[in-house]
């Protein structure tokens, strides 16, 4: 008898449906597995033979052959123990097949009979349910994962025995399904931010108060226009850079960007999970799933851990980064090579890994912030301290990023000293987190309304930037002017529209007036560039 038994494995960002052959015939007791399986399946024999052995079967002296179909694609993860030991079962008449038709399994057994966290278990899961599997088996310890997942009956287990017993009839196993929340992601719902999220439910991992975990815009003193840079920045998901003098608050205004971002939709939640889960970190740590994610990677960071790669091509910190902020401290640090392959993904929106006979697409839709002083000693162009620096030294420092990675960020803003009656306690507190967020909310509400599917404005095509960035003849005119006379690239005007366009849907203008787009010329001066003071 020749059972059959469904899995599924891992291939780049998406997952391929495995059927698990069993064939057991006469001959010398051996047990072969083909179908293209890695060392870890191959290793699979060993456990599944002392599993069925500590779960009270007898494991069959006779010749096994497991096909794992289809036959030409790599089969990676210990997940395919417990497929492999229910179809030997199946096809020794212990199990019904009907009993484990239509049904997945996935799941890595101890010599014991235990049976241990799949691993990639979101991402496996989400795939089989991309599939039409509704039914699955799953170690227990892979629950905490799938709360987010609706429309899925879950059996989970801890041990061999349990599925043998659910399968033959004798004890069963109580299914577990996740029911869709209506609610999830409104738009009047903020999501948690930080890394020490606490709670392991569902409501645990949303509804936080963000400024409780990132910190409130109020507590950076003065700044305001930058304030204001990063509520553009967030409304429209346009790529922000600082420029500035040590101590000015740059990496303090950025770690509170999270916290103005709109919330997480269910969708953007499994996304996020799923690059997680294949990075191999647990989904629900650190801002992962409790809210939007925020990567802030050394400036030693190797250009494979920036854009993803290696023997087993995984997602690098641009995709662990998605539907969250990158955050690029001391920009002209990173190596080179790092940089320059952020270009590709800035326009894209995603990832290519290529290897030999492998290609993977990661998605990393992030916003991009980068930090950097105007000179190696930072105080290029400070009323109050004094550069070191030799003019050799500030361009080939300035050199270290390059024209066309700075021509692909949409905002650039001069953070200067903060000055000491701003640091007074009788001083205004300025913008907080609050303030902020009514305006993202606003914009972010107007971008839903204009395009479907639904499109930032900082993601919008020439076409849709025609489109929905007319201007009108007063706007049209100041443009010009600014194009002839800073020598801004097509790409840079177009970016200004899109800009401009975002300003207006904060303030709930329907038009770009002149304000809008002369404000929008403003972060992209070539003097706020140089840290020679704001425009």
């Known amino acids: 008898m020749i059972s059959s038994v469904m899995t599924a494995t891992l291939c780049g960002f998406g997952t391929e449906l495995i059927r698990v052959e069993t064939d057991i015939t006469q001959g010398l007791p051996q047990l072969s597995i083909v179908g293209l399986p890695d060392m870890t399946v191959r290793e699979s024999k060993e456990r599944v033979r002392s599993a069925l052995m500590s779960a009270g079967h007898n494991f069959p002296l006779r010749r096994i052959t497991v096909n794992l179909s289809p036959a030409d694609t790599k089969k990676e993860g210990s997940h395919f123990d417990l497929p492999i030991a229910?179809?030997?079962?199946?096809?020794?008449?212990?199990?019904?097949?009907?009993?484990?038709?239509?049904?997945?399994?996935?799941?890595?057994?101890?010599?014991?009979?235990?049976?241990?966290?799949?691993?990639?278990?979101?991402?496996?899961?989400?795939?089989?349910?991309?599939?039409?599997?509704?039914?699955?088996?799953?170690?227990?310890?892979?629950?905490?994962?799938?709360?987010?997942?609706?429309?899925?009956?879950?059996?989970?287990?801890?041990?061999?025995?349990?599925?043998?017993?659910?399968?033959?009839?004798?004890?069963?196993?109580?299914?577990?399904?996740?029911h869709a929340d209506e609610d999830f992601g409104a738009a009047g719902e903020r999501s948690g931010c930080g890394?020490?999220?606490?709670?392991?439910?569902?409501?645990?991992?949303?509804?936080?108060?963000?400024?409780?975990?990132?910190?409130?815009?109020?507590?950076?003193?003065?700044?305001?226009?930058?304030?204001?840079?990063?509520?553009?920045?967030?409304a429209g998901r346009h790529d922000l850079a600082l420029y500035g003098p040590p101590?000015?608050?740059?990496?303090?205004?950025?770690?509170?960007?999270?916290?103005?971002?709109?919330?997480?939709?269910?969708?953007?939640?499994?996304?996020?999970?799923?690059?997680?889960?294949?990075?191999?970190?647990?989904?629900?740590?650190?801002?992962?799933?409790?809210g939007r994610p925020f990567r802030a990677p050394h400036h030693s960071v190797t250009a494979t851990a920036l854009v993803g790669g290696g023997n087993r091509p995984r997602p690098g910190e641009l995709s662990l980064a998605h539907r969250g902020v990158l955050f690029l401290d001391e920009l002209p640090e990173f190596g080179r090579h790092a940089l320059e392959m952020l270009r590709q993904p800035l326009e894209d929106r995603y990832i290519d890994l290529s290897r030999v006979g492998h290609r993977s697409r990661y998605p990393c839709e992030?916003?991009?912030?980068?930090?950097?002083?105007?000179?190696?000693?930072?105080?290029y162009g400070d009323p109050l301290q004094e550069c070191r620096c030799t003019e050799y030294q500030r361009r080939r420092y300035a050199s270290r990023v390059s024209g066309p990675l700075l021509d692909r960020i949409d905002l650039h803003v001069h953070v200067g000293r903060v000055e000491y009656v701003d640091m007074n306690d009788d001083?205004?507190?300025?913008?907080?987190?609050?303030?902020?967020?009514?305006?993202?909310?606003?914009?972010?509400?107007?971008?839903?309304?204009?395009?479907?599917?639904?499109?930032?404005?900082?993601?919008?095509?020439?076409?849709?930037?025609?489109?929905?960035?007319?201007?009108?003849?007063?706007?049209?005119?100041?443009?010009?002017?600014?194009?002839?006379?800073?020598?801004?690239?097509?790409?840079?005007?177009?970016?200004?529209?899109?800009?401009?366009?975002?300003?207006?849907?904060?303030?709930?203008?329907?038009e770009i007036l002149p304000a809008h787009i002369t404000e929008a010329i403003s972060y992209r001066r070539p003097k706020d560039i140089l840290g020679e003071g704001e425009a």
Do not use: W
């Open 195 to 234: 890394s020490d999220a606490g709670g392991t439910g569902a409501e645990g991992r949303r509804g936080r108060d963000p400024s409780a975990l990132c910190g409130d815009f109020s507590e950076v003193r003065g700044q305001e226009r930058a304030k204001r840079a990063f509520q553009i920045c967030a």
């Open 247 to 290: 101590g000015s608050g740059k990496s303090m205004l950025a770690s509170r960007l999270p916290s103005i971002l709109p919330p997480l939709t269910r969708e953007e939640v499994l996304e996020v999970a799923k690059v997680y889960n294949i990075a191999g970190k647990n989904p629900y740590d650190g801002r992962a799933v409790c």
């Open 427 to 510: 001083a205004p507190l300025g913008s907080s987190t609050s303030d902020l967020y009514e305006g993202v909310i606003r914009a972010y509400a107007a971008q839903r309304e204009r395009l479907t599917p639904f499109t930032y404005n900082g993601d919008l095509s020439p076409k849709d930037t025609e489109r929905c960035c007319a201007l009108d003849s007063d706007a049209e005119r100041i443009l010009k002017v600014a194009y002839t006379a800073y020598g801004f690239s097509a790409r840079q005007s177009r970016k200004m529209q899109r800009v401009a366009r975002t300003i207006a849907d904060i303030e709930g203008s329907a």
């Open 86 to 178: 229910v179809g030997i079962l199946i096809a020794s008449d212990v199990i019904d097949p009907t009993q484990a038709a239509g049904s997945a399994f996935l799941g890595e057994l101890s010599l014991d009979g235990a049976l241990n966290r799949a691993e990639y278990g979101v991402a496996l899961v989400l795939g089989l349910k991309e599939k039409g599997v509704k039914s699955m088996f799953i170690p227990e310890d892979n629950m905490d994962e799938m709360i987010h997942i609706d429309e899925v009956s879950f059996f989970p287990a801890r041990a061999l025995e349990q599925v043998i017993a659910h399968l033959s009839g004798e004890k069963s196993i109580v299914p577990a399904v996740f």
């Open 366 to 379: 992030f916003l991009l912030v980068a930090a950097m002083n105007p000179c190696p000693c930072g105080y």
